[in-house]
């Protein structure tokens, strides 16, 4: 029988984040406050002591903040030396040559799924947004038809593919073969982010109309005149050398033994931080030094770049606190004894925890860990279970319905300059196409397989 008080709190939670969405689209009220105060609400209705509220939502903005304030700062750095010196509008060039302007929204799929495969969501997210808006730009299509299908592509892989770090996670915890996952997720993630990407875009961009102009674009308008671009070999080089180092950070311990020094080297060099501290001193270089900008113009560049971020910051923090009070108040734990005791086939299992936990937690990386560490004993004691493909669903769970406790939903909606409602529409539907088509295609491989 499920307990009466989990249920209290699982309506707690769900009338928290209703009326968290009711003050921010319907009262207008600022979202850093109206997160504050839904997370201290919610808090007191579940009887959390009074002394430790504050502290768990400090605990949850901090903790956030610590990783994505880093990325954010650097990766607008970095977008803005593209904007600037003209490498964006290069690459943008590149891709409407190449691809033609009808399969734009398929090329930043692919540009997605790549440049995603090492990094974290947000990481890939900031390295891209440049090249969407110039894209948009240049060939007055709907900001929705281009950056829909490239957050898409790196979605998928930030859930299901291996060598990223969650997806690795879960392939460790479950004991799953590396290379038959990263098979059986390309297999799965490819069409998923087709439909979710793409298709889904163009379906949804007649309903959603997004200006090209807010403070996030202002600071990636190109500025490089049409005869003087850089070269896209060096473009794309300073671009995809973040991505390179940290690609080669998760083979660490393949190409060297480990507790050496040069283990630690590159790991070090791996770290997303680092590796996009790296990339923007060579873009200092490759697309300053070498296009004739000053040391002064540079460091204009990147304090100008630096201001509209500190909304996205606060807001992506506000949302980790919104989140970490969700776990502390045991709305987490309540999810999860409710799930268990439904019957339910593993792969079922494992995706509805993991969605559960992205629900109630907004991060997925939390969500797909602790799935994967309730499913796995009971993996191993069950028949006919590939653990491969356990590890996909819980990847597919914890991407679903990313809403407003996830720092996702504020990094997307503030740099694209949405509202909540044009957020949801066109994010967190993304993601449950995503999460959902997972599914079931993992249940027809299942039967295959």
Not at 20 to 31: D, G, R, S, T
Not at 34 to 61: D, Q, R
Not at 123 to 135: E, R
Not at 189 to 213: D, M, N, Q, R
């Amino acid at each position: 029988m499920i307990d009466p008080h989990s249920i209290f709190l699982l309506a707690s939670a769900l009338a928290a984040v209703i009326g968290l969405i009711l003050l921010i689209a319907v009262f207008k009220l600022n979202p850093f406050i109206a997160l504050f105060l839904a997370s201290l609400s919610l808090a007191v209705v579940a009887g959390m002591p009074l002394t430790t509220v504050i502290h768990s939502f400090e605990a949850g903005v901090g903790g956030t903040l610590g990783h994505i304030a880093i990325i954010v700062a650097l990766g607008t750095i970095l977008g803005k030396m593209m904007a600037e010196s003209g490498g964006a509008d290069q690459i943008a060039q590149t891709l409407i040559r190449v691809f033609g302007k009808k399969r734009i929204p398929w090329a930043m799929m692919v540009i997605g799924i790549v440049v995603g495969l090492p990094a974290f969501f947000e990481v890939g997210f900031v390295l891209l947004i440049p090249i969407a808006f110039t894209v948009a730009r240049r060939t007055r299509t709907s900001l929705i038809l281009v950056a829909l299908p490239m957050v898409a592509g790196l979605s998928v892989v930030h859930g299901l593919v291996p060598p990223h770090p969650a997806a690795l996670l879960a392939v460790t915890i479950y004991k799953a073969d590396i290379g038959r996952t990263i098979f059986y997720a390309l297999l799965i993630g490819i069409p998923t982010a087709a439909i979710a990407g793409p298709v889904y875009a163009k379906f949804i961009a007649p309903h959603v109309e997004l200006s090209l102009e807010g403070p996030m674009a202002a600071d990636f308008v190109d500025h490089g005149a049409e005869s003087s671009l850089p070269g896209f070999g060096l473009t794309f080089f300073t671009i995809l050398l973040p991505v390179a180092l940290m690609l080669i950070g998760s083979w660490a311990n393949a190409v060297s033994a480990p507790n050496s020094g040069l283990n630690h080297a590159l790991h070090l060099m791996g770290n997303d931080d680092m590796a996009l501290l790296i990339g923007v001193l060579v873009s200092f270089f490759t697309l300053g030094k070498l296009r004739g900008f000053t040391r002064e113009t540079i460091l204009r560049f990147s304090n100008e770049c630096l201001a509209p971020t500190a909304t996205i910051t606060i807001l992506v923090g506000a949302g980790g606190g919104f989140g970490r009070v969700l776990q502390d108040s045991g709305v987490s734990q309540a999810i999860i004894g409710i799930a268990l005791q439904s019957h339910i086939p593993l792969l079922l299992l494992a995706w509805l925890l993991a969605a559960l936990m992205r629900l109630a937690t907004g991060s997925s990386t939390v969500a797909m860990t602790t799935a994967a560490g309730i499913v796995a004993p009971i993996a191993l004691h069950s028949a006919g279970v590939h653990p491969e493909l356990l590890a996909i669903a819980t990847g597919a769970g914890s991407l679903i319905f990313s809403h407003v406790n996830d720092g996702g939903f504020w990094l997307v909606k503030e740099y694209l300059n949405m509202s909540v409602t044009e957020t949801i529409k066109t994010w967190s539907i993304c993601e449950t196409i995503i999460s959902v088509t997972a599914l079931l295609l993992t249940l027809a491989v299942s039967v295959v397989a």
